[in-house]
């Protein structure tokens, strides 16, 4: 805390804070769980692309799921070695597929027959084989937030399991296609593993159908979705669920893949703000901060629940607040109704599981610029990206 207090003084507010420690740890923790299982951990980009933070992963061994040619680029840029990504993602173009079969990614996960059609026409043009896996929509109830669900049978994700078949059939038979494998993602923040395994059944049964044919595959790729506890309470059993996945895969002879974003990074991200002023309104005590939904959409967004501490309060009195942003919407909140010590003009505000989906989502709304982000790793911090300017608000504009 006496740490963010030091930071906000040298880069300003509002900013993300990362601890990379926490980071490894989880990567460390994740990977003990999956033991000497046959596996690869590809990180979500899309859950935090900061380049340090990719790097970081980088540095641990792991691979990168990426969505669009954006994220590859910052992926590469990041050093991450090519054939340690995977290419998700329902809506690629051709440019971008174009730009990852130069690149040589690991394998691009095909999630429509037009999209199939595209990368093999492009890896024909390039002169080399693409490797493809198709994904699955497995057709489960995920459980989760509406708008993070994405394996029930009506999302727009994937394939059925009818069209995986025809699909790899299809790839097996192009010489300029080498399926290896199946994918699927069931949805985000599960705190419940059970659609996993219900998804990996599914996709087992697929994956027998197409051994029996002789198509061999290699990886069974369990996407990501791995749930934090935002309110509280204890993680998810990592351990059990891992276990689990890979004795599947072993089952199969397939490496297993997974994708996380959250997990890795939603609890080693804090989101830091300051308070501008307190007012009292009709039932309610505001706090309106230098930061809000800008920053951090996902309150706005999904009604999202994030820990909050104001620092170096602890002894006022408590009451009820309402943490909100600057901007001109009331939907702009950090936190409603939240039980917190009275705040005070100036108190700084850590939002805490940040690190996921946060700064990501930032938009310059309001003409507001993107907000700083800093890596604290072994008791020392560094700015691993400055904040926006007035300039950037403009670039590229013409008035
Ligand atoms: N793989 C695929 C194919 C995905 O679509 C996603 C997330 C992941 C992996 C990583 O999922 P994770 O392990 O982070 O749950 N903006 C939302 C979350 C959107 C997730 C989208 N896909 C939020 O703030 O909750």
Redesign the pocket.
């Known amino acids: 805390m006496e740490q963010l207090a030091e930071i906000a003084g040298s880069v300003g507010t509002p900013f993300y804070l990362y601890d990379g420690d926490l980071v490894r740890e989880r990567i460390a923790r994740l990977r003990a769980a999956l033991g000497d299982a046959p596996h690869r951990i590809c990180y ?1 980009v ?2 935090n692309d900061a380049l340090a933070l990719v790097r970081l992963a980088r540095d641990e061994g792991l691979g990168a ?1 990426i ?1 669009s040619g954006g994220e590859l680029w910052k992926a590469l840029a990041a050093g991450m070695p090519a054939e340690r990504i995977v290419f ?2 329902a809506g690629k173009r051709r440019d971008e597929i174009r730009a990852a079969l130069e690149a040589d990614v690991g394998s691009i ?1 095909v999630e429509s027959p037009g999209e199939l059609d595209i990368v093999a026409e492009e890896a024909r043009a390039l002169g080399i084989v693409a490797r493809v896996a198709a ?1 699955l929509n497995p057709d489960v109830e995920p459980g989760t ?1 509406a ?2 669900a ?1 394996g029930h049978g009506t999302s727009k ?1 994937g394939l059925a399991a009818s069209q995986v078949l025809a699909e790899i059939r299809r790839a097996a038979a192009d010489p300029a296609l080498a399926p290896i494998g199946i ?1 699927f ?1 069931v ?4 705190l419940d593993p059970e659609p996993v395994f219900a998804a990996a059944e599914r996709a087992a049964e697929v994956w027998r159908e197409l051994a029996a044919e002789g198509v061999e595959l290699r990886d069974l790729d369990a ?5 934090v506890p935002y309110r509280g309470g204890d993680d998810l059993d990592v351990e059990a669920y891992a276990r689990r996945l890979a004795r599947l895969a072993g089952e199969l002879g397939a490496t297993l893949v997974l ?5 890795l990074v939603a609890p080693a991200g804090t989101f830091v703000t300051r308070v501008l002023y307190v007012k009292e309104v009709p039932g309610r005590r505001v706090a309106i901060c230098d930061g809000g939904m800008n920053d951090l959409v ?1 309150p706005a ?2 009604d ?1 629940f994030h820990p909050i501490a104001l620092v170096g309060a602890e002894g006022r009195e408590r009451g009820q607040v309402d943490v909100v942003g600057p901007v001109c919407e009331t939907g702009d909140f950090l936190a409603l109704g939240r039980e917190l010590p009275l705040p005070e003009p100036g108190d700084l505000v850590a939002v805490g599981y940040a690190g ?2 946060g700064r990501v ?1 930032a938009s310059t709304y309001n003409a507001r610029p993107l907000c700083a982000e800093v890596l604290a790793e072994g008791g020392r911090w560094r700015v691993i990206r400055e904040a926006g300017t007035y300039e950037d608000l403009v670039r590229g504009e013409s008035p």
């Open positions: 979500a899309k859950a799921d969505v998700s993602g996960n994904r937030h708008y993070v994405t994700f994918s993602h949805g985000s923040q599960l996407g990501g979705g791995l749930g994708e996380p974003g959250r997990y996902r967004l999904y999202a996921a989906y989502m």
